[in-house]
């Protein structure tokens, strides 16, 4: 009698094992079954993989002193925004159109009375016009407003792609301050899609002899306007505070030339 009850313990618990056993294995076979799936599925995701500024030459333009023709060029320098992209997914990926957000935008304010005639036209992929309406000062641009150009480029599936953009003002008058923006930067991509990189700030060389970028650094003279350079120093150190910023080259250079001078107000050098 004891032998038979036990058998049927046993025999029960047998059961339960294998039922447990291939619960298991159904378990294991449905999520083996999902992940083939989704591993068969096209997949595409496009992510920023990093974003740099920088002056360089390169740019086609003209020059003119107001009293000839215009006179081509072919190696002006200007502001280039190079941004990384990478495409996580099987399929190619296509960027369709750039768009620059403007949150700030002008010129520093002139520290040298140094005029000329000679102006400089660079042909950017985005041009800040020179008929931008500005605020009281006359030099700082009324914002947010946006420029935007169309692209047509292709990135292969797993692969890293670099998109060039570039960007300045409409001229560059002999002896003019330079020109800075502050943008976000939208890439559309595949039927309407948005990729945003930003805040990034820039600045351009300017066309003062007295106020110019030089190597890693930048060359500034003793002002001829008094106050000047600590004007310049306030504005470009609340920029620099800008949460998640990524400077350009000279914009960051910049700030710390200013910094050493130890122009703009105490709270400038925190």
Same mark, same amino acid.
């Given at each position: 009698?004891?032998?038979?009850?036990?058998?049927?313990?046993?025999?029960?618990?047998?059961?339960?094992?294998?039922?447990?056993?291939?619960?298991?294995?159904?378990?294991?076979?449905?999520?083996? #079954?999902?992940?083939?799936? #989704?591993?068969?599925?096209?997949?595409? !995701?496009?992510?920023?993989?990093?974003? %740099?500024?920088?002056? =360089?030459?390169?740019?086609?333009?003209?020059? @003119?002193?107001?009293? +000839?023709?215009?006179?081509? #060029?072919?190696?002006?320098?200007?502001?280039?925004? *190079?941004?990384?992209?990478?495409?996580?997914?099987?399929?190619?990926?296509?960027?369709?159109?750039?768009?620059? +957000?403007?949150? =700030?935008? &002008?010129?520093? #304010?002139?520290? $040298?009375?140094?005029?000329?005639?000679?102006?400089?036209?660079?042909?950017?992929?985005?041009?800040?016009?020179?008929?931008?309406? %500005?605020?009281?000062?006359?030099?700082?641009?009324?914002?947010?407003?946006?420029?935007? /150009?169309?692209?047509?480029?292709?990135?292969?599936?797993? @692969?890293?792609?670099?998109?060039?953009? @570039?960007?300045?003002?409409?001229?560059?008058?002999?002896?003019?301050?330079?020109?800075?923006?502050?943008?976000?930067?939208?890439?559309? $991509?595949?039927? !309407?899609?948005?990729?945003?990189?930003?805040?990034?700030?820039?600045?351009? /060389? &300017?066309?003062?002899?007295?106020?110019?970028?030089?190597?890693?650094?930048? $060359?500034?003279?003793?002002?001829?306007?008094?106050?000047?350079?600590?004007?310049?120093?306030?504005?470009?150190? *609340?920029?620099?505070? @800008?949460?998640?910023?990524?400077?350009?080259?000279?914009? /960051?250079?910049?700030?710390?030339?200013?910094?050493?001078? $130890?122009? !703009?107000?105490?709270?400038?050098? =925190?």
């Amino acid at each position: 009698m004891y032998s038979t009850l036990i058998l049927g313990v046993l025999a029960v618990l047998m059961n339960m094992r294998d039922f447990s056993v291939s619960e298991e294995a159904d378990r294991r076979a449905r999520e083996t #079954e999902r992940i083939g799936e #989704e591993d068969g599925r096209p997949r595409a !995701g496009v992510e920023p993989a990093g974003v %740099t500024a920088a002056l =360089r030459g390169g740019l086609p333009g003209t020059s @003119t002193d107001g009293r +000839a023709s215009p006179v081509p #060029e072919d190696d002006l320098r200007g502001v280039h925004v *190079e941004v990384t992209v990478r495409n996580l997914g099987d399929t190619p990926a296509v960027l369709s159109r750039a768009t620059l +957000a403007f949150r =700030r935008s &002008g010129h520093l #304010e002139p520290c $040298h009375r140094r005029e000329g005639r000679l102006v400089h036209r660079a042909a950017y992929g985005f041009t800040v016009p020179d008929d931008r309406p %500005t605020a009281g000062d006359g030099r700082t641009h009324e914002t947010p407003f946006s420029l935007s /150009a169309g692209l047509t480029r292709r990135i292969s599936p797993n @692969t890293y792609e670099k998109v060039r953009l @570039t960007v300045g003002p409409e001229s560059v008058p002999e002896g003019g301050s330079p020109w800075y923006g502050v943008f976000d930067i939208a890439l559309e $991509h595949d039927g !309407g899609k948005e990729l945003r990189i930003g805040p990034v700030a820039v600045i351009d /060389a &300017g066309g003062s002899s007295g106020f110019r970028p030089e190597g890693k650094g930048w $060359h500034i003279e003793p002002e001829d306007i008094a106050g000047c350079i600590a004007r310049n120093a306030a504005l470009v150190a *609340e920029v620099m505070r @800008t949460p998640g910023l990524t400077a350009s080259a000279e914009f /960051a250079a910049l700030d710390r030339e200013l910094r050493s001078r $130890h122009a !703009g107000s105490p709270e400038d050098h =925190r």
